[in-house]
């Protein structure tokens, strides 16, 4: 519908992903660069408020409009989205409970493009199990100090903020009671480990996070300290998985695109036969189709359970973001498979996405943790 707001904002990242970043997704892989211009044009284009308040300037839409809008970029370029989903759930994380001061430092900004923020959870030693940090803050007479070190920090060096969890320096570590911290990108104290040359998603720049005692003023506290379970809950988790959903849906998507697009294009010479005229290459686009198309329907019937507050939301999340990693693997290799000899050339696109694809698995809460905390809700059990 053309007055849908949401379609409209889907329809704009559409044309993003393939004017812009389609064309720069293979120098942004082979040079591991951080996709600047793709994040420019992203801004430009008014998508980086999606999760600001509407009477701030932003778009105040939920998760099934962050799938989409995700799955869209990613199709386009999976490092440039991933960036992009990692800047929507910081954003969301900052609006959860935002004082008038953060609408005005961060908020207000994100919404008119010219701020950029992410999520900065993860850590060295207790690896998936975001929601356990050791990294310690305290209490100044301007502020608090951060002590410890973030791992894998997409758009690591290159955001303007950073959502940081730590818990207070002395106190008994309980899961559930550490806080959320904004910190500046120019925070004195605050420095970065190598750049990052990964496997695939080469342009995340998901660097290491120093924290040398950190300086915040006292206005970068989130919420309140030791209530980050409800943030856990009710924004990371579900912000996160959807950014993380929508993003490898996309990927999925492009793979099948590769695939039709190559038996569409090669002939076999010594027959005159178009690839595509093999009945069993045929059927296997076919179950390739169903599969990206099944998993968007899940994707979408999640997100919006999430969006209507209705009861199951967290075990289809969960359930989501297990099918979602499961589909884009298997749509990547089958790719691979389907274009031959060809897939494996240096820097082709096959073998872009089958490596980003591996991603989907790993990146905390892995899809291990994901099926253990889906078999607790359904148990009646906590998640962890």
């Known amino acids: 519908m053309p007055n849908d ?7 704009r990242a559409r044309t993003l992903s393939a004017e812009v970043l389609a064309p720069r997704a293979e120098q942004t892989d082979a040079e ?50 991933m960036c992009y989903a990692m800047h929507c759930v910081g954003t969301a994380v900052i609006a959860a409970k935002a004082t008038p001061f953060q609408e005005q430092r961060y908020l207000a900004p994100i919404a008119q493009g010219r ?21 310690t803050f305290r209490r100044t007479g301007r502020g608090f100090a951060l002590q410890g070190e973030k791992s894998f920090v997409t758009n690591g060096g290159h955001a303007d903020s950073y959502v940081v969890s730590a818990v207070l320096r002395d106190e008994q570590i309980d899961p559930g009671t550490f806080t959320c911290l904004l910190v500046d990108s120019t925070a004195p104290g605050l420095d970065w480990g190598p750049p990052w040359a990964g496997f695939g998603m080469r342009g995340n720049s998901s660097r290491r996070m120093m924290l040398n005692g950190a300086t915040l003023p006292p206005g970068n506290l989130l919420g309140t300290e030791g209530d980050q379970d ?40 010594h027959t ?6 093999q009945p069993l290459l045929v ?27 209705a009861p199951g939301a967290n075990a289809a999340l ?57 078999g607790r809700t359904v148990l009646g059990l906590p998640p962890f």
């Open 5 to 11: 707001p949401v379609e409209a904002l889907v329809l």
């Open 32 to 81: 591991a660069l951080w996709p600047a211009e793709q994040l420019q044009a992203i801004a430009a284009a008014g998508l980086l408020g999606l999760h600001v308040p509407r009477r701030l300037g932003g778009h105040g839409l939920g998760l099934a409009a962050l799938a989409r809008i995700a799955e869209e970029l990613a199709v386009g370029c999976s490092s440039s989205a």
């Open 115 to 135: 701020h950029i923020t992410s999520l900065a959870l993860s850590e060295p030693g207790t690896g998936a199990n975001f929601y356990l940090p050791r990294t």
């Open 230 to 269: 409800w943030y856990v809950f009710e924004v990371v988790a579900p912000y996160f998985l959807v950014a993380m959903s929508g993003v490898y849906l996309g990927l999925a998507e492009a793979a099948l695109r590769t695939a039709v697009s190559h038996l569409q294009a090669r002939v076999h010479v």
């Open 272 to 277: 005159g036969e178009p690839l595509m005229a």
């Open 283 to 309: 059927e296997q686009i076919a179950d390739l189709w169903r599969l990206v198309a099944r998993t968007r329907q899940f994707v979408a019937h999640a997100a919006g359970l999430w969006d209507a507050g």
């Open 318 to 374: 969960f359930a989501a973001k297990v099918d979602v990693a499961e589909a884009c693997v298997s749509a990547a290799n089958s790719a691979m498979m389907l274009l031959g000899g060809r897939g494996y050339e240096e820097h082709g696109k096959a073998g872009r996405l089958l490596r980003d694809a591996q991603a989907a698995h790993v990146m905390g809460p892995t899809t291990h943790i994901l099926k253990t905390w889906l």
